[in-house]
T-cell receptor, first 116, second 111 residues
């Protein structure tokens, strides 16, 4: 399956700053990537679908101006949390939609964001 | 909208026991169902994927079954080990390959 990396693995920032999280597909050209968010003791929730070369599709309740997604190449999608606040502190996970008949998703290791 | 539920929310068993985790989903028109493992603070590890046409998949001590018509899947773990302690998530994709995750079962295997 595809190998997916995320950078950074954890980040601490001050309230009001912006944070960029990178998701890379290391061995697979990914037309579609997904961004998830997981709050403590809760399951993953899909935030947005990132399509290479086009605008991301956001789930209901996710502010597109706050969570900027850029998928400029087939191996890289970035999520920028703008003007981060403590309530944005969460675990952010990206995934890559694999090819083939099964079309499974391959998940990155996640990024822990703490906003002070 | 697809809703995925997992029971129980938490489970604690002594080492060596066989156990069953349950997953139910409201929309039976699924393409596949996937079971994941998540260790604390970590990403997801895919355990098993069952296509909608399949009834079960096996990998080592893990066996997952799927009953599409009733909207249920089970993950059977044989001879549990302390290293199996983790949160187990089931997930189903919609037509856009966006996954709907269950609420998870937190498993603790006591040595």
């Amino acid at each position: 399956g595809a190998v997916v990396s995320q950078h950074p693995s954890r980040v601490i920032c001050k309230s009001g700053t912006s944070v960029k999280i990178e998701c890379r597909s290391l061995d697979f050209q990914a037309t579609t990537m997904f961004w998830y968010r997981q709050f403590p003791k809760q399951s993953l929730m899909l935030m947005a679908t990132s399509n290479e070369g086009s605008k991301a599709t956001y789930e209901q309740g996710v502010e597109k101006d706050k969570f900027l997604i850029n998928h400029a190449s087939l191996t890289l999608s970035t999520l920028t949390v703008t003007s981060a606040h403590p309530e944005d502190s969460s675990f952010y996970i990206c995934s890559v939609l694999g090819g083939g008949a099964q079309e499974t998703q391959y998940f990155g290791p996640g990024t822990r964001l703490l906003v002070l | 909208k697809q809703e995925v539920t997992q029971i129980p929310a938490a489970l604690s068993v002594p080492e060596g026991e066989n156990l069953v985790l349950n997953c139910s989903f409201t929309d039976s028109a699924i393409y596949n169902l996937q079971w994941f493992r998540q260790d604390p603070g970590k990403g997801l590890t895919s355990l098993l994927l069952i296509q909608s046409s399949q009834r079960e998949q096996t990998s080592g001590r893990l066996n997952a079954s799927l009953d599409k018509s009733s909207g249920r899947s089970t993950l059977y773990i044989a001879a549990s080990q302390p290293g199996d302690s983790a949160t187990y998530l089931c997930a189903v994709p919609n037509t856009g390959n966006q996954f709907y995750f269950g609420t998870g079962t937190s498993l603790t295997v006591i040595p």
